[in-house]
């Protein structure tokens, strides 16, 4: 997957073909002005069209004028609110979430797709009407993943139908809403009758050159590569990103899949029985063209080769290891740290050296010490764990298969976590804890050299352990983490983002532990409103603040994750009125906060009221633009922070990306 290889097999011939297109595809991308001109209308939404002008006011339109327009329109039914139906202005957003996002009806920290797709409870019924050209008629559907039962898609059908100028038929997306259906008496219309005897239709407008891979099964062991064209037999739910997608039965320009890969802009199609056709090509590289009316597939030779290569170098998607320094030998205090050093000793180590050295009014970097980069390559060498690596890299199951890397990075990890520690590196670090830190409880947190950079945070992928306050397990927490630059989903997130994995290193940074008695992150920007200038975003909670960021941070001593459910309390403030607005109040019913005997353990509360006062609110937000500033004032920052006696602390800083 990391390099071309120019000695592919060439293909011998190339195929073009005509299309019977009976209907409009969505190109993956929208034709110029869909959604960059200013909206016929600037209202968000409508709660019921009354008339064709409504609709044509909220519908975006790809390739007006021709026969293969589909005018759509997304409809959003809120059933917490009397089954309001919002009609959404889909020249404005693109997608549900985008316009319930924009009027904070859904926020950070929700998991939006659990809730709005797999839920029989869900709050939100989500979907689209479109005007069907083949057929003259309108039309209703639901993504074909979302499992809405029967008695949602019997509910939305009677909402539409009440609140449209003209009747709308369901179109099942899925054998299961099809099914479903059934027996609801309610007017239905399939794909087959809107296209029928059709054996091609172009669901996005695109070339691409890519691998064709025929997939007769999606499941947990299917590998799928960035540089793929994939040929389906069934439809995904999601995929990863890839350089085009061809799916063997028919398929709505609506669907969710189509959406990602007009997001990405690559080719997909419709054509019928691909898996067959192209079975010659299964492998190969080639470049595929979708067209309005035909598609074509030429082989991919060396000129072509050369051309993707450009191509990838431009994009970024060429393998590189961030930036290391493996002759730093030196255990460094974060007041000896500053950003550069990140090289060394990681750059969450190095980002708050950087904030502890600048001395931000009104805010604390406990201290702490980290670990360079030398002794995990060291430790990694002493134990023959490089050689795994290696050995596991060029291993073809592990390659090609997550199931079985899965397992095998889950045995390395543990491995490391049995390996030799060297006995000088062991008596230095407990020298310096108890010197430095005078013994007390630490965080033993990730600090790598692939996280927080401009264009890939990391976030999530580390593990780190909390409130150690013993030796032994103090070691044995250095190991944990310096293990979890092998987990599975942050050596998946690498490889996605073209980072080397025999490039990456791990530092592990010992720091004070805070007792927090709230906590929680903030971003310097509205992310909900890109316009909202110098606005701050703060998620807070009562107790660590644990609840609020990634899962791998929440383990104790004993590696057991503190389970804990919270939504967050959320605030925006908005520098140009000054304002303080509360957009959702914690459902807290436990906080997570030190066991005197190490780790972390999850106390009861009872308590109705906010987590921050607008007074703490203000604070942060003098905090956080102090820090922007601090690294430059060119990005924004994402803050990790804690309160402990009304003192604000800084847990850490790295570039905010969307």
């Known amino acids: 997957m990391k390099k071309i290889s120019l000695l592919l097999i060439v293909l011998c011939f190339g195929l073009t073909?005509?299309?019977?297109?009976?209907?409009?595809?969505?190109?993956?991308?929208?034709?110029?002005?869909?959604m960059s001109k200013k909206p016929d209308s600037t209202k968000r939404a409508l709660n019921a069209i009354k008339s064709q002008e409504d609709f044509d006011l909220m519908a975006r339109v790809y390739h007006q004028n021709t026969p293969y327009a589909l005018p759509h329109a997304m409809f959003i039914i809120d059933r917490r609110d009397k089954n309001k139906i919002y009609y959404?202005?889909?020249?404005?957003?693109?997608?549900?979430?985008?316009?319930?996002?924009?009027?904070?009806?859904?926020?950070?920290?929700?998991?939006?797709?659990?809730?709005?797709?797999?839920?029989?409870?869900?709050?939100?019924?989500?979907?689209?009407?479109?005007?069907?050209?083949?057929?003259?008629?309108?039309?209703?559907?639901?993504?074909?993943?979302?499992?809405?039962?029967?008695?949602?898609?019997?509910?939305?059908?009677?909402?539409?139908?009440?609140?449209?100028?003209?009747?709308?038929?369901?179109?099942?997306?899925?054998?299961?809403?099809?099914?479903?259906?059934?027996?609801?008496?309610?007017?239905?219309?399939?794909?087959?009758?809107?296209?029928?005897?059709?054996?091609?239709?172009?669901?996005?407008?695109?070339?691409?050159?890519?691998?064709?891979?025929?997939?007769?099964?999606l499941d947990d062991t299917v590998e799928i590569g960035y540089n793929e064209i994939l040929i389906l037999n069934e439809f995904?739910?999601?995929?990863?990103?890839?350089?085009?997608?061809?799916?063997?039965?028919?398929s709505t320009p609506l669907s969710h899949i189509n959406l990602l890969a007009k997001g990405w802009g690559i080719p997909n199609a419709y054509i019928k029985n691909a898996a067959e056709l192209f079975k010659e090509y299964d492998g190969r590289w080639v470049r595929f063209e979708t067209k309005l009316t035909d598609y074509k597939v030429e082989p991919c030779l060396t000129d072509c080769l050369n051309e993707y290569q450009k191509k990838a170098e431009v994009r970024n998607e060429v393998f590189k290891s961030p930036p290391s320094d493996l002759k730093t030998t030196r255990l460094a205090s974060l007041r000896e740290m500053r950003r550069k050093d990140s090289i060394a000793y990681g750059a969450k180590a190095a980002n708050l050296g950087e904030l502890m050295n600048a001395k931000i009014l009104g805010a604390t970097v406990p201290g702490g010490f980290s670990i360079p980069f030398y002794f995990y390559d060291k430790f990694m060498d002493d134990n023959g764990f490089n050689k795994v690596v290696d050995d596991l890299t060029n291993d073809i199951n592990f390659v090609h298969n997550p199931k079985v890397r899965r397992q095998k990075l889950e045995e390395f990890r543990k491995s490391i976590q049995n390996g030799a520690f060297d006995e000088t590196l062991k008596a230095e670090i407990i020298k310096k804890w108890k010197t430095e830190l005078g013994g007390k409880g630490v965080f033993v947190r990730s600090s790598s050299n692939s996280e927080d950079l401009q264009k890939f945070n990391g976030a999530g992928l580390y593990t780190s352990v909390a409130n150690v306050k013993e030796t032994d397990k103090l070691i044995e927490a250095v190991k944990t983490v310096w293990a979890s630059l092998w987990n599975f989903d942050a050596y998946e997130a690498r490889e996605r983002n073209f980072v080397e994995h025999d490039g990456v290193y791990m530092s592990a940074f010992i720091?004070?532990?805070?007792?927090?008695?709230?906590?929680?992150?903030?971003?310097?920007?509205?992310?909900?409103?890109?316009?909202?200038?110098?606005?701050v975003y703060i998620s807070a909670a009562w107790?660590?603040?644990?609840?609020?960021?990634?899962?791998?941070?929440?383990?104790?001593?004993?590696?057991?994750?503190?389970?804990?459910?919270?939504?967050?309390?959320?605030?925006?403030?908005?520098?140009?009125?000054?304002?303080?607005?509360?957009?959702?109040?914690?459902?807290?019913?436990?906080?997570?906060?030190?066991?005197?005997?190490?780790?972390?353990?999850?106390?009861?509360?009872?308590t109705e009221r906010r987590v921050l006062s607008d007074k703490t609110v203000r604070e942060l937000v003098s905090v956080a633009n102090k820090v922007k500033k601090a690294f430059g004032n060119k990005n924004d920052q994402d803050i990790e922070w804690g309160i402990m006696n009304g003192r604000i602390f800084l847990l850490q800083a790295r570039p905010y990306i969307n």
Not at 94 to 99: I, M, N, T, V, Y
Not at 239 to 249: A, E, H, M, R, T
Request: hydrophobic share 35%.
């Open 511 to 535: 720091q004070l532990a805070i007792d927090m008695d709230n906590g929680g992150v903030l971003v310097t920007k509205d992310p909900f409103d890109a316009d909202n200038k110098g606005a």
């Open 88 to 217: 959404v202005n889909s020249q404005k957003y693109r997608f549900h979430k985008d316009f319930l996002v924009a009027g904070y009806m859904v926020l950070k920290g929700e998991d939006f797709f659990q809730n709005t797709y797999i839920r029989d409870d869900r709050r939100f019924i989500v979907g689209t009407v479109a005007w069907q050209t083949p057929i003259k008629k309108f039309t209703f559907e639901f993504w074909e993943g979302d499992l809405v039962p029967a008695n949602l898609i019997k509910q939305t059908y009677d909402i539409i139908n009440k609140t449209f100028f003209e009747p709308i038929a369901f179109k099942p997306n899925s054998i299961r809403q099809d099914e479903l259906s059934e027996n609801l008496n309610i007017n239905r219309i399939s794909s087959d009758e809107i296209s029928k005897n059709q054996s091609y239709l172009a669901l996005n407008t695109a070339e691409g050159i890519g691998r064709i891979h025929i997939i007769d099964k």
């Open 236 to 250: 995904p739910l999601n995929l990863p990103p890839v350089k085009g997608i061809i799916i063997s039965q028919p």
């Open 543 to 606: 107790g660590h603040n644990l609840q609020i960021t990634n899962p791998n941070e929440q383990v104790n001593n004993s590696g057991t994750k503190a389970k804990v459910k919270v939504v967050p309390e959320q605030i925006l403030f908005t520098p140009k009125s000054n304002s303080v607005q509360v957009l959702t109040r914690s459902n807290l019913e436990n906080i997570i906060t030190f066991d005197e005997n190490g780790g972390l353990k999850e106390t009861p509360v009872s």
């Open 17 to 34: 073909v005509s299309a019977q297109l009976t209907r409009k595809p969505s190109p993956s991308r929208e034709p110029n002005g869909v």
